[in-house]
């Protein structure tokens, strides 16, 4: 065994996905089974949605009730929420999206944690939904076929500054609880995410607001900081039904209604392929927090496409030291956001995460973050344009090889996932049957064409064998779980 020397050389592929936290099924039998715990966690469900729904009408200066009743479809994992008489959002104030999403993810965090896993959300309306009151406002347009080769997208990245109405104050449409303003954290997201699909999906990006920091004119403000509505008037002046929808409205923000529908107007104008628009979102309870992305509950054809960037943006935030727990839904939501409803493409909404909670700003405002969550984004875009799937990266069995000594061996190595190259193959040791005599080893791979294979060698005149484990690592940091073989180094 004297002057034994292994050198392997070594290259494998593999993925792999930490497990989802959600309630378990165990936690929702109990609850399901027993009918006054389950009693118990509605009574409260309709509670809190009473009492949010007292708050947001009193903001509006309104001093009312309204009776709430929710019901809970297990097996669907959906939620209906029925509020009495005495409350009918319209088209002004966006059907009120910006408050009864933001509810909907609370109710749905309080049911999880009493052990009810819910996922889609839904309102009636003195028994009926707002497409039956706006039947013709709120009819999804028909929607263009989806092309096999895809050219360009729209990223449409939240809000900005909007005028009120009548004294033409200038706000930003979103709270900012602990400091982080959506509407001008998110273009940076926009910008990092253009950047993703330009370089490796290959598409043109249009985006829905400006990035000029010169001055817009009338609020003396900067233009990347103002809304879409308003950059879309300055391009298209003569397209008001594009921008200014509600000339008539009397609501003090009607020009923030005008915004959300200028966005999928704009993308509609364009003719882009997909539409992806980015937000973060806002609770009432700090609690709440993680990645949602929502499609159009009429548009479940657009589900495939936010399950595949929820599953590629797991994928990627988890890989990241510090994120392996990062809370990201399982899977998408339906709602009926007017930013997904008006583009006759698919349209999806990512809420990157909450900026509402202090754990998720910090994330927010973590550029190791912001790349990991936009490069989630581009993946799963650019796997369902392909009809690819998302699934874990995994490195297939590596069987246990015999080299002569002193001569090397190509062992072909397989995978399943979605790798991004260059991707690097990590070799250490297990065991190793003389000290000394094995070196780890990292191998990267450039060509995606070209079969995965590493070479295995026993470069000493000894026999011996090692204990080997292999990682396969990705450009992302989307590692495959270790997978263990052994290399023996014979004499023929
Ligand atoms: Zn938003």
Avoid at 97 to 108: D, G
Wanted: glycine letters at 8%; aromatic letters at 8%; proline letters at 8%.
């Amino acid at each position: 065994m004297k002057g034994l020397k292994f050198a392997p050389v070594v290259v494998a592929c593999g993925l792999f996905f930490a497990s989802p936290v959600l309630a378990s099924g165990a936690q929702v039998e109990k609850v399901a089974e027993d009918p006054g715990a389950y009693a118990e966690v509605v009574a409260l469900l309709e509670r809190e949605a009473a009492s949010q729904l007292t708050r947001h009408l009193q903001q509006t200066g309104e001093l009312r009730q309204v009776s709430v009743s929710i019901r809970i479809d297990m097996k669907n994992r959906s939620m209906m929420v029925s509020f009495g008489p005495g409350y009918l959002p319209g088209p002004e104030g966006s059907y009120d999206e910006l408050f009864l999403i933001p509810m909907a993810s609370s109710l749905r965090f309080y049911a999880e944690k009493s052990g009810l896993d819910v996922n889609d959300i839904d309102f009636l309306f003195d028994g009926k939904t707002l497409e039956e009151y706006y039947p013709e406002d709120l009819a999804v347009p028909p929607q263009v076929q989806v092309r096999s080769t895809q050219t360009s997208a729209l990223v449409s990245a939240s809000h900005g500054y909007i005028s009120l109405h009548p004294g033409r104050e200038w706000e930003f449409q979103r709270p900012a609880p602990l400091g982080v303003q959506e509407d001008t954290l998110s273009p940076a997201y926009g910008d990092e995410l253009q950047g993703l699909i330009e370089q490796r999906s290959g598409l043109t990006v249009h985006r829905a607001r400006s990035r000029s920091t010169e001055l817009h004119p009338e609020s003396g403000k900067p233009w990347e900081h103002m809304s879409s509505r308003y950059h879309l008037k300055a391009l298209f002046p003569e397209r008001t039904d594009m921008w200014n929808e509600f000339p008539n409205s009397p609501a003090s923000a009607r020009e923030k209604d005008e915004d959300i529908r200028a966005r999928p107007n704009y993308a509609n104008h364009l003719g882009v392929d997909v539409m992806l628009s980015l937000h973060t979102n806002g609770s009432e309870s700090a609690s709440v927090r993680g990645t949602e992305v929502y499609y159009h509950q009429e548009k479940p054809q657009d589900k495939p496409l936010a399950d595949s960037i929820l599953c590629a943006m797991q994928e990627i935030i988890r890989a990241q030291p510090g994120y392996q727990d990062f809370p990201i839904r399982e899977s998408s939501s339906a709602a009926r956001h007017g930013e997904n409803r008006i583009g006759t493409m698919p349209s999806i909404i990512v809420e990157t995460a909450y900026h509402s909670n202090p754990d998720d700003v910090a994330a927010l405002q973590d550029p190791v973050f912001r790349a990991a969550s936009m490069k989630g984004v581009e993946k799963g875009y650019r796997l369902w344009a392909a009809g690819k799937t998302c699934e874990p990266l995994a490195l297939h069995p590596i069987p246990d090889v015999d080299v002569l000594v002193q001569s090397s061996r190509d062992v072909g190595l397989g995978y399943t996932g979605n790798p991004q190259y260059p991707l690097a193959v990590e070799l250490s040791l297990t065991s190793c049957s003389e000290a000394g005599a094995c070196t780890p080893t990292t191998t990267t791979f450039d060509d995606p064409v070209k079969p995965l294979a590493i070479t295995l060698a026993c470069n000493g005149p000894g026999s011996g064998v090692v204990r080997l484990t292999a990682v396969l690592r990705d450009a992302d940091g989307v590692a495959t779980a270790p997978v263990e073989f052994a290399q023996a180094c014979v004499r023929g």
